[in-house]
């Protein structure tokens, strides 16, 4: 599978923090160092996203899994 090409909106000056909420996960991709993650934003347009795949290892790990199950978990309780 080849990856989705998205055009860049990348500007000379650097910009504040990007804040999106990916709302719909429906499509994820490794291909070669890379892992894509797409679907819909709050406001339902659609984006992807990009990470190198060792970082993306290194950083989310069975500690991280396990502590975003005890987040969400938490979460539901008090729902």
Not at 22 to 46: K, P, W
Request: with cysteine.
């Amino acid at each position: 599978m080849t990856p989705i090409e998205i055009e860049s909106t990348r500007k000379e000056k650097k910009e504040e923090l990007i804040h999106k909420r990916m709302n719909d996960i429906n499509t994820f991709q490794a291909h070669e160092n890379e892992v894509y993650l797409r679907g819909s934003d709050e406001y339902g347009n659609d984006f992807q996203i990009c990470f190198d795949s060792f970082n993306f290892l290194e950083w989310i790990d069975k500690e991280q899994i396990e502590y975003i199950k005890e987040q969400l978990i938490k979460y539901i309780k008090e729902k």
